[in-house]
């Protein structure tokens, strides 16, 4: 459970369990039958007692509200709700991983130097790092002749 024990005692947030599923059914506007339904779908998967009864969170409780929304208001279907709700999960956990990668870039930026690498073409067209100012090592000696074009005039 994810409540906040504070100096007057419990104080659940939006995460933790707390409404059976009477109450839940009632503050979402439907019948318990549904919620067991949507539970049964996989729509709103509610925690469970250790004797099996279903308790709801608040966050629990607005998604049922969405789904109801969805299915009532847009005329969406059950199995189009659940993907809905797939991909906005997905889109979910990838903004998190957006954000995990953006802290480590940034974290890497402040330890690397940004102008200590530049990238360069090598003799044969691969992409070759270089240190800013240089340029890629040549495979052959590099000759000391000097080679003058004189256009005919």
Do not use: C
């Not at 109450?23 to 949507?38: I, K, N």
């Amino acid at each position: 459970m994810n409540a906040v024990l504070g100096s007057g005692g419990f104080a659940p947030d939006d995460a933790t369990p707390v409404f059976v599923i009477s109450v839940a059914a009632q503050l979402a506007g439907m019948h318990a039958q549904t919620l067991r339904q949507y539970d049964r779908l996989g729509l709103v998967s509610p925690s469970r007692t250790r004797g099996g009864g279903r308790r709801y969170s608040a966050r629990d409780v607005t998604l049922l509200r969405e789904v109801q929304r969805l299915s009532q208001d847009e005329g969406v279907s059950l199995a189009g709700i659940q993907r809905i709700l797939d991909l906005e999960n997905q889109v979910q956990a990838l903004r998190a991983r957006v954000t995990e990668l953006r802290a480590e870039l940034d974290a890497l930026g402040r330890v690397i130097d940004p102008g200590s690498r530049v990238f360069a073409a090598g003799l044969a067209g691969e992409v070759v790092a270089v240190r800013a100012g240089q340029r890629p090592m040549r495979s052959v000696k590099a000759s000391g002749a000097l080679v003058v074009w004189r256009p005919r005039g």
